[in-house]
């Protein structure tokens, strides 16, 4: 069974930058792909953002190109999700998972362990 919990949360102002970092265990993250996804109050959960097993493919989000960056640490068993420019739309409860197969997908059904979500506000 994998474990996941997600850190780093937290109420940012508009502009302002947070990193979330999500840390497995109990399996063999190296050979997981994983992904974060995000779900605001009244909305369906969504894509934010993917990586493979190694780190080199990534898959963003149209909403989130250019200003998230999703990168791992096999060697600490943790994927982070370092998020800039934030906007009042990007207030959700950010969500990492893993799949078990290496490469990154932008479908939720494609991920098997879900962790219990960290909570990102974004207001002045």
């Known amino acids: 069974q994998v474990q996941l919990v997600e850190s780093g949360g937290g109420l940012v102002q508009p502009g302002g930058s947070l990193r979330l970092s999500c840390a497995a265990s109990g399996g063999t993250f190296s050979s997981y792909g994983m992904g974060w996804f995000r779900q605001a109050p009244g909305k369906e959960r969504e894509f934010a953002a993917a990586?493979?097993?190694?780190?080199?493919?990534?898959l963003y989000a149209d909403s989130v190109q250019g200003r998230y960056t999703i990168s791992r640490d096999n060697a600490k068993n943790t994927v982070y999700l370092q998020m800039n420019s934030l906007k009042p739309e990007d207030a959700a409860v950010y969500y990492c998972?893993?799949?078990?197969?290496?490469?990154?997908?932008?479908?939720?059904?494609?991920?098997?362990?879900w962790g219990q979500g960290t909570q990102v506000s974004v207001s002045s």
């Open positions: 990586i493979s097993w190694g780190g080199g493919t990534t």
């Open positions: 998972a893993a799949r078990l197969r290496v490469g990154p997908s932008r479908n939720e059904d494609d991920y098997v362990y």
